[in-house]
């Protein structure tokens, strides 16, 4: 069975979002570890966090994904950016340790600094992360290529996969984000995951983001759409959800919805069709 969720807001707290999730069908979820804009990080209330674990294992949902806020830079020239990125994502493997969940962030951008300091940079900081991460997996998110941002490349992310050398550290597939950055999933969906085999290992694919594009393939510029609405199509997308080599992948929806438009991608997804 496929499964699909979308990404849910946390602003009422653990248990509404967990019944967020059973209300719309969804067998999996993500969520924002705080203000993916900024603003500081809040305790989280533990009650609020058992109860939402109750829900969850009731309805056997029971695999996830943390998100980073986007405002933490880990490559940042600016070596205070660096730290403050690097403590807070601490701080966020240390809140879900033993929860089962995955936690996922967007590499950075290198500013002026070359790829392969870039690579050392992240490699160091993937390997501190770890260290918190208990058996929580570590995930580097496939980037559109905007400016200066490093992992627009499965060669880049495949670097620093390589370089930890653990078997947490994987990878999260956005197919808005690679479809931008030039990978042509509509055409060569087998050509790409080969490609991604052969960079980084698709054992490493720990999640994937199903994302329609708003703009054509390598574009650059990384803006979402909603299923069926966008360059890259509902049937590229369908397909991928039914390719034997993500079957084990959880999708999650990061298209511009509420909460009945990502009921409605879901039920598209299960039922193999827009209805």
Not at 158 to 175: H, P
Not at 192 to 218: K, Q, T, Y
Request: overall charge negative; aromatic content about 8%; hydrophobic content about 40%.
């Amino acid at each position: 069975m496929i499964r699909i969720g979308c990404h849910l807001s946390m602003a009422k707290g653990f248990l509404a979002l967990a019944r967020d999730a059973v209300s719309i069908g969804a067998g999996t979820f993500q969520f924002f570890s705080s203000n993916p804009r900024g603003g500081r990080s809040r305790a989280w209330d533990t009650a609020d966090v058992l109860a939402m674990k109750q829900v969850l294992s009731e309805h056997d949902i029971c695999r996830f994904v943390v998100h980073a806020p986007y405002i933490l830079n880990p490559l940042s020239p600016d070596p205070d950016k660096r730290a403050f990125a690097l403590a807070r994502m601490q701080e966020d493997l240390g809140k879900i340790r033993g929860w089962g969940g995955m936690y996922n962030f967007h590499p950075g951008c290198r500013m002026q600094q070359g790829t392969s300091e870039a690579a050392d940079i992240l490699t160091s900081h993937m390997q501190t992360l770890l260290e918190a991460a208990g058996d929580t997996p570590v995930l580097m998110e496939c980037m559109a290529g905007k400016g200066s941002e490093f992992g627009a490349s499965f060669e880049e992310l495949g670097e620093v996969v390589r370089r930890t050398g653990d078997g947490r550290a994987g990878v999260c597939l956005d197919t808005c984000h690679i479809w931008d950055a030039g990978y042509d999933i509509v055409h060569d969906l087998e050509g790409v995951l080969d490609a991604f085999d052969r960079h980084i290992g698709l054992e490493r694919l720990r999640a994937i983001h199903l994302n329609d594009s708003m703009n054509p393939c390598g574009s650059h510029r990384d803006r979402h759409a909603k299923l069926g609405e966008g360059r890259i199509g509902f049937e590229a997308l369908l397909a991928m959800t039914r390719h034997p080599a993500l079957a084990d992948v959880p999708f999650i929806l990061e298209t511009p919805n509420e909460l009945d438009g990502y009921a409605r991608e879901i039920r598209w997804i299960r039922e193999g069709k827009i209805c």
